[in-house]
């Protein structure tokens, strides 16, 4: 099983607000959890990522917050800007493979 | 601005052309990939190349044909194209410490990709 599940497709969030965006997967053999940003006509570019044996990772307004027994992690964005609206992907990894939830479209409004 | 260099960024091509898409990547990494993405859809891997040898082949048709001259060059040949080719393709490059492992102090680094068009 190879699916991450994102949700939810779209987010309009005020500046200056949380932005929360969830992903759950099902395979267990996954053991890297990054999330990429993509503006339009830009490729992903990576943002933070996290391994299984971390419940918890920030990096600036971006954290990750991992649940391994429920198989869920998620991104929190705080003090939303407009320069972050762009697409988001979660994914997960075993190998060489990346899988990729389908994105979250976020909005900041100024 | 990425460090993994696509060229073209835009193509446009028959269904009858043969077209050639370029990867390149500076950082010393050994593992190279491309990707599909169709618009509001998540990237889709197509091939991985692991110290120069394909490792992996997603099932892609043969009209996809990559190639990876050295370990900072790879290719993707396109021949006989479908309108429903049509998309994003993008390169990544990953260090790759251990063969066959993307892990959290080797992620993949994606280039800007290059809009193709056939018509």
């Known amino acids: 099983q190879q699916q991450v599940k994102q949700s939810p497709q779209s987010l309009i969030v005020q500046k200056g607000g949380i932005s929360i965006i969830n992903c759950a997967y099902e395979?267990?053999?996954?053991?890297?959890f990054p999330w990429y940003q993509q503006f339009p006509g830009k490729g992903p570019a990576l943002l933070i990522a996290?391994?299984?044996?971390?419940s918890e990772k920030k990096e600036g307004r971006f954290t990750i917050s991992f649940n391994k027994s429920a198989k869920q992690f998620s991104l929190h964005i705080m003090d939303s800007q407009p320069g972050d609206s762009a697409t988001y992907f979660c994914?997960?990894?075993?190998?060489?493979?990346?899988?990729f939830g389908e994105g979250t479209q976020l909005t900041v409004n100024p | 601005d990425t460090e993994v260099t696509q060229t073209p960024k835009h193509l446009v091509m028959g269904m009858t052309n043969k077209k050639s898409l370029k990867c390149e990547q500076h950082?010393?990494?050994?593992?190279m990939y491309w990707y599909k993405q169709k618009a509001k859809k998540p990237p889709e891997l197509m091939f991985v190349?692991?110290?120069?040898?394909?490792?992996i082949n997603e099932s892609v048709p043969s009209r996809f044909s990559p190639e990876c001259p050295n370990s900072s060059l790879l290719n993707l040949h396109l021949h006989a194209l479908q309108p429903e080719d049509s998309a994003l393709y993008l390169c990544?490059?990953?260090?790759?410490?251990?063969?066959?492992?993307?892990?959290?102090?080797?992620?993949?680094?994606f280039g800007n990709g290059t809009r193709l068009t056939v018509t």
């Open positions: 990544a490059s990953s260090q790759e410490k251990t063969p066959g492992q993307i892990f959290s102090d080797s992620p993949l680094h």
């Open positions: 395979n267990t053999a996954f053991d890297y």
């Open positions: 996290i391994r299984p044996d971390v």
């Open positions: 994914a997960a990894s075993s190998g060489s493979r990346l899988t």
């Open positions: 950082m010393g990494h050994r593992a």
């Open positions: 190349y692991s110290y120069e040898k394909l490792s």
